[in-house]
């Protein structure tokens, strides 16, 4: 490395440093004002290096990580669904489910609460990196390819956060130049017509400028291509069309249908391009998480982990793997009773409803569909951990080293062959370093079914779906995979719908898709679980006593009715001091908390909130 590269890279460390120190200064009032690269050291623009390290650090705290792992404050508003049993931990998810006490103004603080740059801070800090990128880099010295390269890639980092930011607000204040102190932007809050006007020319310029650029898996694995920057377009004109942007029952705002034809335009596209770029479903659903590099035809959008490089791993695995395994299983990974009763029978068909595969509630686990298999450990399966092939998971609530009852474990993100000893991430290092992946065929192939379906090609729509469950290994049975249920455009959204929540489990999306939908609204009953506790003919100290080093549950049948009810009974869990589900419908347009509304410039808050005027959809 020359010396010249050498001092760049130090200016530019010593840039990046600046800008925190400076940040602990600002003032409230001047939320918009973050210390950016005008006047700090513009030789940072003329070198590669010094820009990839910023580069670097906008894809750090911009890119979506393993969840739980970088959580925005207040992060259970987020992360609230029916699919998992999260709210019983997390006081703001039962407030967003209206479970127990009520969401208040002050709770939502996605867009960041704290003048920080760190991951969840301050999403306009966030912004201010890409504006910084895209206001300098064109001043500096680099050949103009390298520079649409570098461009590419903040334009789509900055349609990401404002797209992020629009999803949970509606309007925000739309910053697009560096802000200055004598440019300070007073705005106020835009249109989500105008916001996501904004993020599509971001994608457009990104898809433009990225023409050609197919970096390594090696070494570019996980930055942002044409690829992505297309399916990402495609994603947000889905939303744009979508009821929570597009309702269908609002006088004020008229449904638009060429919404939903601009949107299957776009996603053809990107379902195409993918296609062309050698894009396929992975063979077995099990591997989609365990398998990385080229060697994934499934993944589309990564950020990439690593157990061994400094800083770069996560604490997935020890918050999805039972504490026999050397992990702490969150109750993010417990799933709901309604998330267990979604997943149909082996046919395609929902519970209770084919001859060839009938569903037993206390059986419950089999002739469902195979993803159920692939995504939770059930009492008495075969759950390899640590290497060891034979193993089997036990749930009961006396379990030794067990002891939560839990119906279920999910297992889709643990490593079976991670020793028990190596799984927890400490001091920048450990854990399975599994790759996370945001955007993956199957939401592609979804999207465009939505869009298909909404545009009258319901056998287009069904073809996408008929092909993920045919890689799930549903059998077409005598109803087309389920499919033939559908027999109308209202049907087929449901079960695109409940696809949706089966596909992505746990992938943290459901909250998403609820809001995205304008389903939120519309859940009902009470939150339960399931648990597995011990029959009253049952002896604990009998199922494990151990004979010639073997315990003597690892020799019952499970799937023998009779003899699982000699030793077990399931058991639905609810909370007496919760509410059923009841989420107001001006929830799918948060407020901004207080300190932003107060100290920023001319913000207004939500209509529907408290002292609210600002309509999104306006």
Same mark, same amino acid.
């Given at each position: ?62 890119? &979506? ?93 900055? &349609? ?68 992505? &920057? ?176 839990? &119906? ?211």
């Amino acid at each position: 490395m020359s010396n010249k590269l050498k001092n760049n890279i130090k200016k530019s460390f010593l840039m990046l440093m600046l800008t925190v120190a400076l940040a602990a200064c600002v003032n409230k009032d001047d939320f918009f004002l973050l210390p950016d690269t005008e006047g700090i050291d513009a030789a940072i623009w003329d070198n590669e290096g010094s820009v990839q390290l910023h580069l670097n650090r906008v894809y750090d705290v911009v890119m &979506a990580a393993f969840p739980l792992q970088v959580a925005p404050d207040r992060f259970g508003v987020h992360y609230a669904s029916d699919e998992n049993y999260l709210p019983d931990l997390d006081v703001n998810a039962r407030a967003a489910l209206g479970l127990q006490g009520v969401l208040g103004d002050n709770d939502v603080r996605f867009v960041g609460n704290q003048y920080r740059g760190n991951p969840g801070d301050n999403k306009y800090w966030d912004i201010a990196r890409c504006n910084d990128a895209i206001g300098n880099v064109p001043k500096g010295s680099l050949p103009q390819d390298r520079q649409k390269v570098l461009l590419g890639q903040y334009h789509a980092l900055r &349609a990401i956060t404002y797209f992020e930011l629009v999803k949970v607000y509606g309007g925000v204040p739309l910053i697009l130049e560096p802000q200055l102190e004598n440019s300070v932007y007073m705005g106020g809050r835009k249109s989500a017509r105008e916001c996501f006007q904004a993020i599509l020319n971001d994608l457009n310029t990104s898809i433009t400028m990225l023409e050609g650029f197919n970096p390594d898996d090696g070494t570019g694995r996980g930055k942002i291509t044409k690829l992505i &920057a297309t399916c990402i377009k495609a994603k947000v004109l889905f939303y744009m069309a979508s009821p929570q942007f597009n309702p269908r029952n609002d006088p004020k705002h008229p449904f638009v249908q060429e919404k939903w034809s601009t949107a299957l335009q776009a996603n053809k596209e990107a379902y195409d391009l993918c296609l062309a770029a050698g894009k396929r479903l992975m063979p077995n659903y099990n591997d989609i998480f365990r398998t990385e590099g080229t060697a994934n035809t499934e993944a589309i959008m990564v950020r990439t982990y690593s157990s061994t490089i400094n800083a770069r791993g996560h604490d997935g695995e020890y918050r999805s793997r039972p504490g026999s395994e050397g992990g702490s299983y969150h109750q993010f990974y417990v799933p709901t009773t309604k998330m267990l009763d979604a997943y149909p029978m082996r046919d395609g068909k929902p519970r209770g409803t084919s001859t060839a595969y009938p569903y037993d509630d206390i059986m419950f686990w089999q002739n469902r569909d195979p993803r159920f298999e692939a995504t939770f450990a059930y009492n008495g399966s075969l759950y390899p951990l640590s290497g060891n092939t034979t193993r089997k998971q036990w749930n009961y609530n006396t379990a030794v080293n067990e002891s939560n009852g839990n &119906a279920v474990y999910v297992r889709r993100f643990t490593t079976p062959g991670l020793g028990s000893g190596a799984v927890r991430y400490s001091n920048g290092l450990g854990g399975s370093g599994m790759d996370w992946i945001e955007m993956r065929l199957a939401e592609v192939m979804l999207n465009y079914a939505d869009c298909m379906n909404e545009t009258g090609n319901i056998s287009g729509a069904k073809d996408m779906v008929r092909q993920i469950r045919v890689r799930a290994g549903i059998v077409q049975g005598d109803s087309d995979y389920g499919l033939g249920l559908a027999g109308g455009g209202d049907e087929l959204r449901t079960l695109i719908l409940n696809e949706r929540l089966i596909e992505f489990a746990f992938e943290n999306k459901r909250n998403a898709d609820l809001r995205r939908s304008r389903t939120m609204h519309l859940l009902t009953g009470s939150m339960s679980k399931r648990e597995i506790q011990l029959a009253a003919t049952s002896d604990k100290n009998v199922l494990e006593a151990v004979t010639n080093g073997v315990m003597f549950r690892e020799t019952i049948n499970v799937n023998d009715k009779t003899v699982y009810n000699r030793y077990f009974r399931n058991v639905i869990v609810t909370n007496a001091t919760y509410l059923p589900y009841n989420v107001p419908e001006f929830h799918y347009f948060y407020t901004f908390h207080a300190d932003f509304v107060n100290f920023g410039a001319n913000i207004v808050p939500t209509i529907g909130w408290p002292g609210g005027t600002f309509d999104p959809l306006d």
